[in-house]
């Protein structure tokens, strides 16, 4: 148990109406003993995260009921999706959360990786938790930028600890982002694999035609598809260090790289072509859309999918209406957010173990990252600085994946 | 029996290679006897139907093997497709045709109208037929331009003569065709029955988006959709006489017709989608593509198919990708020569039966038709002169449906 008790965590404000989203002092709370604190990235409105976010502290978790767990978050991935939930432009609805007798708000979040606190006895008797546990989110928009909620056992998913703490926060749910940069992609395993394995029946050594390659979802992609026995044909923008991004993504198993540059030599696509050797590709995973995108149709056989998961290049996907006619093309989209509620928690689980199944084999790597800790010792005012530091920093695109940390209140 | 046999058909050329393509003349064909002769509209290379076709005459069918049917086409629809293949620049192919011991060239048409004339024993038992049934054709691109051909049982299904010629001769296989006014849509009443069957789990009620509603096959979509008890929302060019098409189009059982500028007026559109009372449309038939086809999507519900059969507007089908991910739209094509090809000939027998039912309680019109006879008294230069004519008019996008009758030369 990683909990320290920390005798000033004591003394807690009672959070009123008035303070709501403001910064709370600390002072005794009188009803109730609490003994440390837990702390939320929260919103009220609408808006830019850095301007809409603030940290709330307030008391600690009572006991859970029978089916209630207690758990504390141990990272929880900052997602182009969370960034449009507080905005506003997503189609997902946040709880509303209650911090006090009196106190409300959105907490920001919608995957992370928790270790059971505390739990009720149908908790433990029924779905086999215990205190320790590795959990992981079942249900959407959970609230997963705070230290720590009282959820129930049916919304979380236990995870083995062997996969690390990185894959485990985000090996759960995604979704995909909308914003002055396009659509963007998700970054978890489970869209890439949901992908290959819902829309073509793949066999070992059918081809996958792919752009984005180098995006998180688009690695996963190059990785379960090798894993799978796939071949994938992999598309990237053109770049000053391209040799080292094509080496980068052969290591990871992409059969070959090519840029959207070359779709604009006939020789080079003929040539691209014919390295399917007559099995065309029926599979395209899309997050780009755009005139490139259109270009790369005709790498596919008859019968080929297109699947839509993001649409970086902010255009539409626009295809020859003899495609569809001739060709017999269909295109349909993807989103995890949906396929998860249209999934039962055992098929969640059973999409957990495969990609889990992957990662202990080693096929499957960590996404590249970085960890934000928001620390126990800062204030709420300072903490919330911080938040808002970040999110400036991601809402101008941070390359690397970050990982948020809120730990309780000392 | 139609046939009426004429003297100086028996005085017929023995056709040469040397004279391949070309008219011929009239003289004693020394090795066999025959009675009277057929013609056939035909063509040795690709190119303009105006320029590569010419009439052939040839000597009578032998009598027709164990399986064989000697058939007298009655009518035979001129559809864009047709004039594609002429072209080359569709993806069907003829069969070389033998019209004599060394002539052989392409006859044209896909699809006709016939009347048995003779036929093979296992033809009559197997397949319940009968001399003067009338049949159409099971198999594609089987030269019905001509006035008679011997073809195999499987080759045809016996039609009933209470659907009258002209329903008869459109009802079998469809094909779209490209060319300078975009890929058009086929005219036969099975394109518009699956696509309204094979798509989208259709109950009465539901709602059917479509548009250039006023061509063929749109106006078959109505009727057939109307006879289902499904509602329809028709688009259609704005027009002069808008005010006329729209009744008209009321008139076979469109539930209401709006024309594309409609479109850009923001509370039009909205009043449009209030119209299906939520229940939005999840089939959208698509036969225009470019920016009016993206305008309609907003009118879809979530989880919707467009199933595109043809490309007026000569633009391609351009989709927002957030529809893709999420409103879970799909997009496909419908060719009904792929449909007859991935479908048993009793699949097809089961189509037509249902069309034929449609027809018979007077829920499907006609369509508006004119028929051109290519008579059995002009030689074959006039005959020729005549194909070409009417070539250089559909050529030039000639209005009315046209339905061909090849008379047998006299």
Redesign the interface.
Known sequence: MLRTINASAVRLSRPSRQLRGRVLGTRHFSCTQYHFAQRAIQYERNGEPSSVLSTITYPDLPPPPAYGVNIKYLLSPVNPADINVIQGVY?AKKAVQQFGPSEYGLVAGNEGLAIVESLGDEARNKFGLKEGDWVIMAKQQAGTWSSGLCVTAQDIIKVPKDVGEVHAATITVSC?A?SGQG?SQPVNPPTAYNMLRDFVNMEKGDWVLQNGANSAVGEAVIQIAAYRSLKTINFVRNRPNIEELKKHLHSLGATHVFTYDDLSNKSTVSDIKSLAEGNYPKLFL?CV?GKDT?AMLRLLGADATVV????MSK?????????????????????QS?WYNQHTREERIEVMDSIIDIIRQGKLREPEHEIVTIPGTASDEDATAMVKDLMRRVEGGAGKKVLIKVEEVQ
Request: overall charge positive; aromatic content about 22%.
């Open positions: 189609p995909c909308w659509i899309n859309s259109t839509s998961y993001g649409a255009q539409p996907l626009s295809v020859p209406t003899s495609y569809f006619i001739f060709k017999d093309l269909r295109t349909c989209g993807f989103w949906r």
